[in-house]
């Protein structure tokens, strides 16, 4: 069984599109992100929710909007796209609310990933 | 300055060499330290925990030297699977409600035989 999944694993899609990517973990962790992994390979947090509450919201476009259902789910929406949202969009989890969890463990684990190309 | 800094490499060693990796980091407050692996078009994975008195996971060993802020990977005896990007990973904020792991953009190691 896969621990974090994440679908679609490939989206290809025009400018102007919108699109969602869904998330989910089977774990049992309280906290769920979201990491924009770009062409140049570098990770970074985009969003962070622990037991459905939004806890970190980094500075991204207004078009992304997370929603978290609950603890076990994590969705990304992203309106009116642009082809500088190409990038892969990575999910993860940590025990703990990214507190004792991360750090005790420093253990995220993440999604195989979903990546996205605007056209 | 990037909160997390590593030399992007690539770092090309034949199979048996010891290779090393280096990181930075630019917030002194920072409490704790990883290092991640990714492999090509997969999800990063925590290799290990960095501790203040350094640490070894078999032919892995991690050291932290807080008063540089610097931090380091040695792999000895590399081998044809160690072959991946070296992410080394910083939280800033481990006792607040809403930390996250910091990456740097990471470290290409390949090995040949």
């Known amino acids: 069984d896969t621990a974090v999944s994440q679908t679609p694993k490939y989206l290809v899609t025009q400018m102007g599109n919108d699109k969602s990517i869904k998330c989910e973990q089977n774990l049992g962790h309280d906290t769920m992100y979201w990491y924009k992994q770009d062409s140049k390979k570098f990770l970074k947090i985009m969003f962070s929710y622990n037991n459905k509450e939004l806890i970190i919201n980094e500075t991204v476009p207004n078009r992304f909007s997370p929603k978290s259902p609950d603890k076990a789910h994590l969705n990304l929406h992203i309106n009116s796209l642009e082809l500088g949202d190409s990038a892969v969009y990575f999910c993860?989890?940590?025990?703990?609310?990214?507190?004792?969890?991360?750090?005790?463990?420093?253990?995220?684990?993440f999604g195989e990933g979903s990546r996205l190309t605007v056209l | 300055r990037k909160e997390v800094e590593q030399d992007p490499g690539p770092f090309n060693v034949p199979e048996g060499a010891t290779v090393a990796f280096n990181c930075t980091y630019s917030?002194?407050?920072?409490?704790?330290f990883f290092w991640y692996r990714q492999d090509c078009r997969k999800e990063p994975k925590l290799l290990m925990s960095?501790?203040?008195s350094g640490n070894e996971d078999g032919r892995f060993t991690a050291q932290l030297n807080r008063a540089s802020q610097y931090i380091s990977l040695l792999i000895r005896d590399s081998k044809l699977s160690d072959s991946a990007t070296y992410l080394c990973?910083?939280?800033?904020?481990?006792?607040?409600?809403?930390?996250?792991?910091?990456f740097g953009k990471g470290t290409t190691l390949s090995v040949s035989s």
């Open positions: 917030n002194s407050a920072s409490q704790s």
């Open positions: 990973v910083v939280n800033n904020t481990p006792h607040q409600a809403g930390t996250a792991l910091i």
């Open positions: 960095v501790y203040s």
């Open positions: 993860a989890s940590s025990q703990a609310g990214g507190l004792a969890g991360l750090r005790n463990t420093g253990e995220l684990f």
